[in-house]
């Protein structure tokens, strides 16, 4: 991979893909938008997120956390076998991942296994070959795990990352 890093945020490169599991986690990136894009065989399942590329502690220990963010296209392959739910019942509706998890598939079918996309309020399960995150800028120093809209540059499923 040759696409610059980003030193100030120790992002190493902008396009990430299942190899780099044990590396990544989403923990409070925020889902702008989803998008399942029919196949011949199978689908592709592409998110829009915000993505935390580092939590950066206070100074002081009663200020708050500040973050590194960019904007990313989470990209799933041959996605087949989706299920999930939405319980936003008394919450605003936002999509916030708690985490991402390649789980053993049910069947021994290793080159599929079960993704596990785990939110605060919603959460799918699906079977995919694999994913590419790729992020579209350079991370931002912001106050918040998320990014402003016209910062962000709207929504997008870019699958190319920033030089």
């Given at each position: 991979m040759t696409k610059k890093d980003h030193e100030e945020s120790g992002l190493s490169k902008s396009v990430w893909s299942?190899?780099?599991l044990e590396?990544?986690?989403w923990h409070d990136a925020t889902v702008h938008a989803l998008f399942l894009q029919p196949g011949e065989?199978?689908?592709?399942l592409l998110l829009d997120l915000d993505y935390p590329v580092r939590w950066v502690?206070?100074?002081r220990r009663r200020d708050p956390?500040?973050?590194w963010v960019a904007p990313a296209t989470l990209v799933f392959e041959e996605v087949w076998d989706l299920e999930g739910s939405l319980d936003f019942k008394g919450l605003a509706p936002e999509l916030e991942l708690d985490g991402i998890h390649r789980l053993a598939p049910p069947d021994g079918r290793a080159e599929y296994p079960l993704w596990h996309l785990e939110g605060h309020a919603f959460e799918l399960k699906f079977r995919a070959s694999g994913f590419r995150q790729y992020f579209r800028q350079a991370p931002r120093h912001v106050a918040g795990p998320?990014?402003?809209y016209a910062d962000r540059g709207g929504?997008?499923?870019t699958e190319v990352?920033?030089?």
């Open positions: 299942d190899a780099d590396e990544m986690g065989m199978a689908s592709r502690p206070p100074v956390f500040t973050f998320m990014l402003e929504c997008a499923f990352g920033f030089d």
